[in-house]
């Protein structure tokens, strides 16, 4: 029996690049693009509409931009995996759509491997970001530190048991679910629990977010 295609919709405001990333990924035999918006407050409604398994999100559109249709989409249906493919790069930008729940951040510049790559990274629990947006938001998360300024108050959150803590580490250092199973000795589907329980301890909406967050945590 296949495996279920993953369900995608595409947001982006160009119509040409937009028509152009549906006919390429239409290709692949484990995609099926199934809607398409032109507008953030189109992503949010087809997103109800459809309810897709990634989209694939511009950041800069008309009456809604990425990021606000992001975090709207992922407080609505956080299941839902949103993956940013932009020209912007700049660490404030960066750091808010990953704020805003996106767990990948690729350029409109990335080969078409990387793309695919990252469709199918989210879908498996990971965080995919390219090596020129990771470097931003190591040095964006280095500057608040730096200014004592870190946006996420931890005080108020449950402590997290030390098997929680120690997947949490692991999340920090850029692994998988499969790769921290294995790490631990765990299976998958308990990896996966784990993630879902810490992401609500510490009011994170992404995977990424955890990763940033286990980087300011004291060291056991």
């Known amino acids: 029996m296949s495996e279920p295609k993953i369900r995608l919709l595409i947001a982006e405001d160009h119509q040409v690049v937009r028509k152009a990333f549906s006919a390429i990924l239409s290709l692949e ?62 660490e404030d930008v960066v750091f808010d759509a990953i704020m805003a729940g996106a767990q990948g951040y690729l350029l409109k510049d990335a ?62 250092e850029g692994q998988s679910n499969k790769e921290i199973a294995r790490h631990l000795d765990l299976a998958e589907g308990t990896v996966k629990n784990y993630v879902s329980r810490i992401l609500d301890k510490l009011h994170a909406r992404s995977r990424t977010e955890l990763a940033i967050k286990s980087q300011g945590r004291p060291k056991k």
Do not use: C
């Open 29 to 90: 035999s484990d995609i099926e693009v199934v809607a398409e918006a032109a507008d953030g407050v189109e992503a949010v409604e087809r997103v109800r509409a459809w309810r897709p398994d990634v989209v694939l999100m511009d950041i800069q559109m008309p009456r809604m931009n990425g990021i606000l249709a992001t975090r709207t989409i992922k407080q609505e249906w956080p299941a839902t995996h949103v993956v940013m493919l932009t020209t912007y790069e700049t």
């Open 111 to 172: 080969q078409e491997s990387e793309i695919l790559g990252t469709i199918r990274g989210v879908m498996r629990g990971e965080t995919n970001l390219s090596a020129r947006i990771a470097n931003k938001v190591v040095a964006e998360f280095r500057r608040l530190r730096t200014g004592n300024n870190l946006a996420v108050d931890e005080d108020d959150s449950p402590p997290l048991t030390e098997r929680e803590d120690a997947v949490l580490a692991l999340i920090g």
